[in-house]
Structure formats: structure tokens, C-alpha cells
């Protein structure tokens, strides 16, 4: 549809007649697809099946399409504010009528249904609005991109210190509403951002499609697993190993890829993720193979326990600060862990960015031919990247295993890989706070609206259609450079001395 | 620059070419593309390879900087104050890094996405690495490192102020015109400070006025920084001005080699770019041993 859309801007001014028999073609076409998919069911009673016809829904959805269609004509014919006005307006009231739960029960999916069709027009319209208000502006005066890099920058100066404020208070916010459910998603979306920032080193940075992502996520988590259970090392004392060891695998991976690109890329790292889950499902002495590793430690603050009944001689965290007893204590304490490791990666890649390393990332993402022609070392900086991404993807892996206390492959799949992918491509690739941002969508998104059930998946994917048609480059794309000769702010000519 | 220029290989005097090359072939399967090609480049000279399309010259130019490895050739480099070094043994990345020969690419090969001090930047790379003590001194914002990027920004701002894109530096480099974009892989090849510059067809898509820049840019390198420039072109407008010396190739192997004016007039040039009558054919090779013997 949105190659018709496209190429019917194209035609730009077209007479109403046409456009009509255009839509009338669309709506044909659209009625032989919902014809099987849509008009017959099969219904299931127990032993016999039974054929259905929906023909009344499915020529009420075939009209909604047709009239979609025609609002769409007519937004390029110029009523764009209008229309997306109004699809607006009619979406946004249908809305509060299903939120007031007053649509009755057989006319859910056709409500839902029409109501997508009145988002993509309003946001097909916002589309076309923008972009002619952008083409104005870049009549006006040439630097808005400029312009609007400065003010996603600016944006982020102070929207960065809000968000941490917000993301350092929350806690004490849940802890006095006892909303356990708000911390643990807290968590859930602080590992993902952690994660997010790990890959976004070797994807965003260092361009190396990387699908096997995952594969460190695990070496983390069963390192502390292994170490803890077996050896009796606490969290801390093991981070390092996790990281180190999550490093080192990054480079064994990173060996056999380095004289590939792109798609071949891809595959062998997605191949790698497999390769280290099959082998944990397959090491029962060391990993415990299918039924994974149980009675992993939880933290403790200092040496103290989160626990009501401590062991004698030993002294909990409740009994010490002189408090009662909650389980919200240990998911605060999670909380403030991730966020003090997702903040060290953060520190740390924008530090990497603007050092030689994290230039030549950069350098060899767009272009490794020249990169080579400058004298820079493709497989070392290959490596770096790898090994600095992996590192940080061991670490959120030892703090997964920690918080969950039990770790099994089937945490560690080729989905949670994709998931991670999709918030740093989606954030926009080399974006941190873009990372930030997916990740509230992709991660926080489907757990608040948990009550829609299977929905939520279908919202999910159509979110990330539409993102990708909207903003290919991702959500916060915007690139500042690491290093100036006219600082922002100063007239350009003037900072020549 | 006469006699001695156009026998390349018995050219040994006192001070060494910056840039020997013997018998240089390449063989691409049942293909040869470089046919035992010698020459030489001196050092703070403007040496052209020139020749008509697949002639061979952009091949020559991978084998010096490491994109190939040749099947035949000794390719030696012997910078003034510095120990002599056999390219054709060095990995890839390293004539780059130790043997100091730059380059520029037929099709513009910037870093579009980073800005225009950030190119000039990242090709200071191995010297930053250096000072930036492999990362760690760095990270924690050490002064040794802070000195280090300030000189290497200096010196990219040197350079910048050289081809007038100062105002520019903080744009992408993809979003620069084209003429300023030859310019800008020029001096970005001149950040690594090399010992010879390669530049292939670095007037290729130039208007005149632009063309005239490069001249003067080349020159510039030549006489102030003082060292050897290799350069592959098509525009005879540049290659007659400012090339001292002149190697001609045809189907992979050298057919001249000499001053501008000594090409200009030889035979066996002539007709590799106008063409011959099929009557009086003569293989190219041949052709031009008997100009020269004739002429020189």
C-alpha cells in the first residue's frame, strides 16, 4: 500500500473521477483478499466443522478500505490538514468510547480495525504537513538540519539529567504506592537499556550486524551462575570475571568474522548465538543442561541479606536500617544495580566515542577500503568492538542471573537477540538516548499493555512498521560530532582566529 | 630528469628514488593486468601514470598501497632519513601505518557520516592510539592524550585553512560538493603525513576553476611539504602542468616514460590514445623500445 501511496504522489494532482475509480480498484482487490481470509469460518464443534460466512463484516471492512483509500488520494490532493484532522479527531473518539467500554461485544475487531485505518490516514496527513512545512523551512534557510540536530542536542543536555532524576526517585515513588509490578518493569527496562547500549558498540558504533548478541547475555549469566554456586563467589567478585569472560568470547567470535560484512555477517553471528545455547542445553555437568542452574545467589547490600529470617550470626538489611521486612527492599536494590551498571556503559561509550578507538569504530563502519588506505588496523578495532560490546552484555548477563536465581537456555533464544537489535535500530543506530527511548516503547510498551494479551503483539509489530515507514533511520538518529573546531553556539566565521 | 629518467632501473645515483619499482606484474587468473611494469618516483616530485582506460593504472596503484599482492615485482620505498622498506611484503594496513604511503580512491571514499575535522582526525589515528596510550589514558581524560588531540585538530585545522573548508569543518563530509569533497580525501590522505602520495584521477568531475585548486594544492605538497606525489589522471590539462615525470602504460605494460614535453611528442603515446591504422600495426612494447632507442 505504501508503494501505491507513494507512487500516487507521484502522479501529484489527479481529478476526482480518477481517484475514485482508483479506490474502487483498491477496494476490489482488497474484497478478492478478505474474501477467504475474512467472509468464510470455519466454525469448531468438537467433532464436526462447521462453514461460516461473515460477508456483512466483511464488506463493512472492504468500505472502510475503499474510503481510506480516498482519504488518502485526497490528502495528496492537498486537503492534507483536514483530512488528518478529522481521522484524527474520529480515532481519538473512538478511543474514548472503547476506553468507556461501551462498544458492544461483536463490534470490537471491525472498531479496532477502522480505527488503524483512521491512524494511517492522520499520520500519513501529519506526514505530508511536516514535509511541506520542512520543504518551507529549507527554502527559508538552508541549515534546519543543523538547526534540529542542535535542538535534539539541546534536548538531550537537559532531558538527560530529568530522566535520571526520574529513573533515581521512581523507586521511593513505588516503595510508597507497594507497586512491585512498577520496579520490576524498572529493572526489566534498565537490563534492556543496558543491553541496548552494549550492542549499540558494535552495531551502532562499529557497524557489525551482530544477531547473536544474546550469546554473551548468557556466558554472563551462567559465569555468575557457575561461580557462585559452585565456588561461593558473591556478585561483585564475579562481575569482573562475567565481563571478562563475556570479552573473551567476543573475540573468539569475532575471529572468523572479521573478513565478512554485512548479511554473512549476520548469519554467523546468528549461528554463534545458537551455537552457545546448544551447547548449554547440552553441558549437563557444568550448565545443568535443559533444567539450567536453580539457587543462584541473590545480592546482598554489604554482606547483608534481603531475606526475613537471616541466618544466625549475620545481620539482614531490614533488621540493620531497623525496618520491616519487604521483598520490595531486594527489588529496590536490584533497581539501583542495573541502573549504576546500564549508567557505567553509558559513561563509558560516550567517553570510547570520543577517543581514537571509537572514532575508527565509527570510520570503519562507514567505510573500511579508506580505513585500511589510513594505516588503521581493521581486525584490531574489530576486535575492540566486539569485545567491549560483548563485556557489557556479560555484565547485564550476571545481573540477569542474580535477579532471576535461576537461568536456563531457554532464557537465552534467538527472539531476545532480535529484541535487542530492534531498540538499538529502532533508537537509531549510535543514538544512546535513542536506546533509552526504544526501549521504554519496545520493552515497556507490551508489559504496561499486558491487559490487551494477544494484541499487544499485533500493536507491537505494526508500531515497528510504522517506524520504519516514518523514520527509517530511527527514532533519535541525530549524530553530534566528537569533536568540534567552532564550538555550537559561536558564529562559524567568526571562530576563525 | 632526461636520460636517466627513462631507464628507471639503472637510475642509481648518489640518493636512492623514494619510490623503485621492478617488474611489477599482476595476474588476475588467466588475465594480466600489469605486465612487468618498472619505474621509478623521486621524492619531492610529481610523477603521473597515465594511460588510456584499463591500461592497468589503478592495478599498479593497489599493488603499491597493499589492496593487492603482486605476483611478480619488488617494490621498494626508501624515504629520505628513514629505513628502506619492500611494500610488496607489507600487510595491507601497514604501508599505510609504518611505510607511510597514502592514498585516495577513483570514487570518493570519505566517512560521509562524520564531519569534516573528524575525517582529518581519524586519519591521525595510529599516532592518537599512541598518545591515548591504547585507550586507557584516555578514558580517564589523562593531559597526555588532551595534548595529542589538540595537535592533531591543529594540524587538521592547518589543512582545512589550506583548501578553504574552515567554515565547513563541522558539517558531514557526505554533504560537502563534490569538488570539495576530492579536496577533502586530499588533505586527509596529507593528515597521516605521508612520505608519498597516491592519487587516483584526483581530478576526475572537477570544473576548470577546480582543477586549477588541485594544481596549485599539488604543487603546494610538492615544494613546501616536500614529498613524492604519484598520480594517476585523465585530464592532460593537469598532468602536462604540474607532473615532472610521466609514465605511460598500455594494456598493462609502460610504453613511455619521460618528461611531459618528451611525452608529448613520442610516437608509440600517440598512438595508444588516437589509435592506428590496422595495416601497420605494431605491438606497443616494440614501438616505443624503438622510439626510445631513437630518441634517447
Avoid at chain 1, 309 to 336: C, I, K, W
Avoid at chain 2, 128 to 137: I, Y
Amino acid at each position: 500500500m505504501v508503494a501505491m501511496v507513494q507512487g500516487a504522489r507521484a502522479a501529484s494532482v489527479r481529478s476526482f473521477p480518477v481517484m475514485l475509480k482508483e479506490a474502487v480498484i483498491f477496494a476490489a482487490v482488497s474484497l478478492a483478499l478478505a474474501l477467504p481470509l475474512v467472509g468464510f469460518h470455519i466454525l469448531d464443534k468438537g467433532s464436526t466443522s462447521q462453514l461460516q460466512t461473515r460477508f456483512p463484516e466483511m464488506f463493512f471492512a472492504v468500505f472502510v478500505l475503499f474510503l481510506g483509500k480516498l482519504a488518502m488520494s485526497l490528502l495528496e490532493a492537498g486537503h492534507a490538514k483536514r483530512i488528518a484532522a478529522a481521522a484524527a479527531f474520529l480515532a481519538g473518539l473512538w478511543m474514548v468510547v472503547a476506553l468507556l467500554h461501551l462498544v458492544p461485544a461483536g463490534s470490537q475487531v471491525l472498531g479496532w480495525f477502522t480505527w488503524l485505518v483512521l491512524v494511517a490516514v492522520a499520520v500519513r496527513g501529519l506526514i505530508l504537513v511536516r514535509s511541506d512545512a520542512a520543504d518551507a523551512r529549507a527554502a527559508a534557510h538552508d541549515d534546519s538540519g543543523t538547526a534540529a540536530g542542535a535542538v535534539i542536542a539541546k534536548l538531550g543536555t537537559v532531558l538527560g539529567p530529568i530522566f535520571l532524576g526520574i529513573a533515581l526517585v521512581a523507586p521511593f515513588y513505588a516503595h510508597m504506592v507497594d507497586d512491585k509490578r512498577m520496579v520490576d518493569l524498572g529493572v526489566l527496562i534498565f537490563t534492556y537499556i543496558m543491553l541496548g547500549w552494549g550492542l549499540n558498540v558494535v552495531v551502532g558504533l562499529a557497524g557489525l550486524l551482530d544477531l547473536g548478541y544474546v550469546a554473551f547475555y548468557a556466558v554472563g549469566a551462567y559465569t555468575y551462575a557457575v561461580f557462585s554456586v559452585k565456588l561461593g563467589l558473591n556478585f561483585w567478585e564475579t562481575l569482573p570475571i562475567a565481563g571478562a569472560l563475556a570479552a573473551s568470547f567476543g573475540i573468539l567470535l569475532g575471529f572468523p568474522v572479521l573478513r565478512l560484512r554485512g548479511d554473512y555477517l549476520a548469519i554467523v553471528t546468528l549461528g554463534f548465538g545458537e551455537i552457545i545455547r546448544i551447547i548449554l542445553l547440552n553441558w549437563a555437568e557444568l550448565a545443568g543442561g535443559a533444567q539450567g542452574i536453580g539457587g543462584i545467589p541473590r545480592p546482598s547490600f554489604f554482606g547483608m541479606a534481603f531475606t526475613a529470617n537471616p541466618p544466625d550470626g549475620t545481620t539482614a538489611f531490614h533488621q540493620f536500617f531497623n525496618l520491616e521486612f519487604s521483598p520490595m527492599h531486594r527489588q529496590v536494590y536490584l533497581y539501583y544495580i542495573i541502573l549504576l551498571l546500564a549508567l557505567i556503559t553509558n559513561w563509558f561509550t560516550l567517553r570510547i566515542r570520543k577517543l581514537p578507538i571509537g572514532r575508527a569504530w565509527e570510520a570503519l563502519r562507514e567505510d573500511e577500503t579508506a580505513c585500511r588506505a589510513l594505516g588503521i588496523n581493521p581486525t584490531n578495532t574489530k576486535l575492540t568492538a566486539f569485545a567491549i560490546g560483548a563485556m557489557f552484555g556479560g555484565f547485564a548477563g550476571s545481573f540477569f542471573a542474580t535477579r532471576q536465581g535461576f537461568i536456563s537456555p531457554e532464557s537465552f533464544n534467538f527472539l531476545e537477540s532480535a529484541i535487542i537489535l530492534a531498540i538499538v535500530v529502532l533508537g537509531g543506530m549510535g543514538s544512546q538516548i535513542g536506546v533509552v527511548f526504544a526501549t521504554v516503547v519496545l520493552i515497556g510498551g507490551p508489559e504496561w499493555f499486558r491487559d490487551l494479551e494477544a494484541y499487544r503483539m499485533l500493536a507491537f509489530g505494526g508500531l515497528m512498521v510504522l517506524i520504519m515507514i516514518w523514520k527509517p533511520e530511527g527514532l533519535l538518529a541525530h549524530r553530534d560530532p566528537t569533536v568540534r573546531l567552532h564550538p555550537p553556539g559561536a558564529k562559524p566565521a567568526g571562530a576563525k582566529p | 630528469m632526461t636520460a636517466a629518467m627513462a631507464m628507471p632501473v639503472a637510475a642509481a645515483g648518489t640518493v636512492p628514488p623514494l619510490l623503485t619499482v621492478e617488474h611489477l606484474t599482476m595476474r588476475f587468473g588467466g588475465l594480466t593486468a600489469v605486465d612487468d611494469v618498472s619505474f621509478t618516483a623521486q621524492n619531492q616530485h610529481i610523477t603521473a601514470i597515465i594511460g588510456p582506460n584499463g591500461a592497468g593504472k589503478t592495478t599498479v596503484f593497489n599493488c603499491l598501497t597493499g589492496f593487492y599482492k603482486p605476483t611478480v615485482g619488488r617494490l621498494t620505498l626508501s624515504p629520505p632519513g628513514a629505513p628502506t622498506m619492500l611494500l610488496e611484503q607489507m600487510e595491507g594496513f601497514r604501508i599505510g601505518q609504518k611505510a607511510r604511503v597514502a592514498r585516495t580512491f577513483q570514487n570518493i571514499r570519505l566517512f560521509p557520516k562524520m564531519s569534516v575535522l573528524e575525517n582529518l582526525v581519524v586519519a591521525q589515528h595510529n599516532k592518537l592510539m599512541r598518545a591515548s596510550g591504547f585507550t586507557l589514558a584516555g578514558l580517564f581524560g589523562l593531559p597526555v592524550y588532551r595534548d595529542a588531540e589538540k595537535k592533531a585538530v591543529e594540524l587538521a585545522r592547518y589543512w582545512l585553512e589550506r583548501i578553504g573548508l574552515t567554515r565547513r569543518a563541522d558539517e558531514n563530509a557526505g554533504n560537502l560538493p563534490y569538488g570539495d569533497q576530492r579536496r577533502l580525501e586530499i588533505v586527509r590522505a596529507m593528515c597521516t603525513e605521508p612520505r608519498l602520495l597516491c592519487l587516483d584521477e584526483p581530478a576526475a568531475g572537477l570544473n576548470p576553476r577546480e582543477s586549477a585548486e588541485l594544481n596549485e594544492l599539488l604543487r603546494f605538497i610538492r615544494d613546501e611539504v616536500k614529498i613524492g606525489v604519484l598520480l594517476i589522471e585523465h585530464d592532460m590539462s593537469v598532468v602536462m602542468k604540474i607532473s615532472d615525470h610521466i609514465v605511460v602504460l598500455d594494456y598493462g605494460r609502460k610504453i613511455a616514460d619521460g618528461n611531459p614535453e618528451f611525452i608529448r611528442h613520442d610516437a608509440a603515446v600517440i598512438r595508444a590514445y588516437l589509435g592506428e591504422d590496422e595495416d601497420d600495426e605494431i605491438p606497443p612494447v616494440i614501438a616505443s623500445d624503438l622510439v626510445k632507442d631513437g630518441r634517447v
